[in-house]
């Protein structure tokens, strides 16, 4: 049988209030003075525990002889206190679940929230909070060689998985041999100079959301929450295409290029 004072604790009561119900309990009707000698409880803490175990109907109290004695109501009070407190909490946790949106809107201010992942299952983990901001837009610039020779395309399923149930429209800038973009994923790419290769990183602007990914070493994910540090990149990086020259590829050579890596 569980031992009921965990339980009472676990449903709000104090040290003193478990001591001086259960005291009331087993010893009948009693004054504080025999509940705080009982208990070796003080004066005070009885008649404090008293007084909040009389709010919550679990003891009364009655004159005999002159004197005020306390006794506990019966233990299936207790039990319909401890199913009022469940009915409670239940409220509390929905009228919480509410409040979450604009707390988090409120929480640190104007900081920036900065959270760190290791090694593929961070960088997963890195994608789903970014997939839950269903947003429209989203900018990247990719080392494309350095990521495939850590990543293999079935790492990569996911992240392209969700981007065809999201529909972003991905404005990307890659280092790699020209190739169109996967089947049913709105991007718009550009290619840079083969000699620019060699960031071995990613970074992702989507909402308020900044994500780095290093292709070195360990992978490490890392995301930045601010929304002035995310328009700052997405103003680079609408700069940054401008800069770049729209390469119009013919499909011969497309096909031609994914004949040869197959064949590599």
Do not use: W
Request: glycine share 6%; hydrophobic share 35%.
């Amino acid at each position: 049988m569980p031992r009921i004072e965990p339980i009472l604790r676990s449903i709000g009561f104090t040290e003193s209030e478990v001591k001086t119900y259960l005291c009331a309990l087993t010893g009948g009707p009693q004054p504080a003075s025999d509940l705080s000698q009982k208990t070796t409880l003080s004066r005070q803490a009885v008649y404090s525990a008293i007084d909040s175990l009389t709010d919550r109907g679990l003891i009364s109290s009655v004159q005999r002889d002159g004197r005020t004695v306390f006794m506990a109501e019966s233990p299936k009070a207790l039990l319909a206190y401890a199913k009022r407190h469940e009915d409670d909490v239940r409220k509390r946790l929905a009228d919480l679940e509410i409040c979450i949106p604009s707390l988090e809107l409120q929480a640190g201010g104007e900081r920036p929230v900065v959270k760190m992942y290791e090694g593929k299952e961070g960088m997963r983990a890195l994608t789903q909070q970014t997939d839950a901001l269903h947003e429209e837009e989203m900018y990247e610039l990719t080392d494309c060689y350095a990521m495939f020779e850590v990543l293999t395309e079935e790492d990569i399923a996911p992240y392209r998985e969700a981007l065809r149930k999201q529909k972003h429209h991905v404005s990307s800038m890659i280092s790699y041999k020209f190739r169109p973009s996967p089947e049913g994923i709105a991007a718009a790419r550009m290619y840079l100079p083969e000699s620019d290769a060699g960031f071995k990183s990613h970074v992702q602007v989507v909402g308020n959301h900044v994500n780095f990914i290093t292709f070195v070493g360990k992978l490490h994910s890392i995301m930045i929450d601010s929304k002035p540090v995310a328009d700052l990149m997405r103003l680079l990086f609408r700069y940054a295409r401008k800069g770049l020259r729209t390469e119009s590829i013919p499909l011969s050579s497309v096909q031609k290029t994914m004949k040869e890596e197959r064949e590599s």
